[in-house]
């Protein structure tokens, strides 16, 4: 059964950092396209950054491109979401997601291309 648990979310001041985990089950990472979206209170999900499964090149969004990166250790079956310089704007429970790489183009980070959804974890930026 494919599954995808994220972790690491918690609360963290203005400026801080925060290492996101995407731990997959029933699948190789390394042959699939995973994402990272967030979404906050009374707004849409939103892409944040995603890595194609055919060379591991990754995409993000603009709004935390600089701020955020996304790795991945094929050994560990697991994906990162590295977030540095955090916002009270980066507020939101955060998912990853399993997906094709029509969804994960520059510029364009789809949801609706994503499926095998994790839970999600909080993150919270506030002083």
């Known amino acids: 059964q494919l599954q995808l648990v994220e972790s690491g979310g918690g609360l963290v001041q203005p400026g801080g950092s925060l290492r996101l985990s995407c731990a997959a089950s029933?699948?190789?990472?390394?042959?699939?396209?995973i994402g990272w979206f967030r979404q906050a209170p009374g707004k849409e999900r939103e892409g944040v950054s995603c890595?194609?499964?055919?060379?591991?090149?990754?995409n993000y969004a603009a709004s935390v491109e600089g701020r955020f990166t996304i790795s991945r250790d094929n050994a560990k079956n697991t994906v990162y979401l590295q977030m540095s310089s955090l916002k009270p704007e980066d507020t939101a429970v955060y998912y990853c997601a399993a997906g094709s790489n029509t969804g994960c183009l520059l510029g364009s980070i789809n949801p609706s291309r994503f499926g095998s959804w994790g839970q999600g974890t909080q993150v919270t930026v506030s002083s």
């Open positions: 029933g699948f190789t990472i390394r042959n699939t396209v």
């Open positions: 890595i194609r499964s055919s060379d591991g090149s990754p």
